[in-house]
């Protein structure tokens, strides 16, 4: 891949067009960081904090980030055709090995939000080779029922989707008492986002299917995801259920759930800071991080966590280093954490 791909570009895939900004080149032998947003954003509002903190760029400089938007949400982008077909969830996820392969990656660390967090851990079950390592937000594993579908549809027709989508997006608390940024999301999804494509997005999300997986052991030919996993969500987030009986399915030897005090329902918004240290964490089990780069955020990360954070259990399991002589012997732990 190269130097030139920096920059925006519409991707064909089997399932249409799919707009992605790439930003920086390949390191090595390193996977990319893939980013996918959720519904009612598009990954500039969902993801721009995050990546613009000043901690973020200790990440960045090691690692080639590839931003995908779901087709239609990206800013300027054109109203789809009266009876277009919008793609499936299954469909979202198969679109992404065309654009693997597309940029050259060899493998990509995905970072999802929500309806991203799904499509990515669809995609991470349906190619587990292309997948070395998932961060999810808000996953919600379950499918949804005809009376949840027959909810948003009366909800389509009673409300703008700014404000169907919004409490999706926000706490209930965060609805009432952080008015400036969910009145700031607000506006930026009614101007930023074609609301008809976004109501395509809204409505297939709103019938997927569940996420067939299951912890081994549990189910008869039980299928989970193979990578490393962080979970995350906020406290009194809209997701918080979903992702806790996400936890349930995955394997506890690879999985890390980090529940955010004080972050709400977009934690990559509310705590960059705090979700840039513990990403840190994960690349380092993973073997990718230097060593030396961790030696602050180790330091502060035990102080917050003496101070103010609770560890509920933990699990150690040894990682190989695959990134020859960026960090030797790492060790992930699978642990509950409140911070």
């Not at 009376?147 to 703008?160: F, N, P």
């Not at 607000?186 to 074609?194: A, D, E, G, V, Y």
């Amino acid at each position: 891949m190269p130097e030139c791909w920096d920059g925006e570009h519409d991707v064909e895939t089997p399932y249409g067009m799919l707009h992605v900004v790439i930003r920086g080149a390949p390191k090595g032998n390193k996977p990319a960081i893939l980013t996918y947003h959720d519904v009612g954003l598009n990954h500039k509002m969902c993801f721009n904090p995050f990546f613009n903190n000043e901690d973020m760029q200790e990440i960045t400089k090691h690692f080639v980030i590839c931003h995908v938007d779901a087709p239609g949400q990206h800013v300027g982008a054109s109203q789809f055709p009266q009876g277009y077909q919008y793609p499936t969830m299954d469909q979202l996820a198969g679109m992404l090995p065309t654009v693997v392969q597309h940029f050259g990656f060899k493998s990509i660390v995905g970072i999802g939000v929500g309806a991203g967090a799904y499509i990515l851990a669809k995609f991470a079950l349906m190619f587990p080779d292309m997948v070395e390592g998932l961060v999810l937000l808000n996953i919600d594993p379950n499918g949804k029922g005809w009376i949840d579908w027959a909810a948003s549809k009366l909800s389509g027709l009673t409300s703008t989707i700014p404000d169907t989508v919004l409490p999706h997006l926000f706490s209930q608390e965060e609805m009432v008492n952080n008015t400036e940024l969910v009145q700031s999301y607000r506006q930026q999804i009614t101007n930023s986002i074609n609301h008809q494509n976004l109501q395509l997005f809204w409505n297939m999300y709103n019938s997927r299917r569940d996420l067939e997986m299951n912890r081994g052991g549990t189910t008869i030919n039980a299928k989970t995801l193979k990578c490393p996993v962080m979970l995350v969500v906020g406290d009194n987030a809209p997701a918080e259920e979903g992702v806790v009986e996400c936890n349930s399915k995955l394997d506890p030897t690879n999985t890390t759930f980090l529940k955010m005090a004080d972050s709400g329902g977009l934690p990559q918004l509310t705590q960059p800071g705090k979700l840039t240290e513990a990403f840190k964490y994960f690349l380092q089990g993973m073997g990718y991080m230097p060593s030396a780069s961790m030696t602050r955020l180790a330091r502060s990360r035990t102080a917050s966590l003496t101070s103010a954070g609770s560890v509920e259990g933990s699990r150690s399991r040894a990682c190989t280093n695959s990134d020859g002589g960026e960090g030797v012997g790492a060790v992930s732990q699978t642990m509950e954490v409140s911070c």
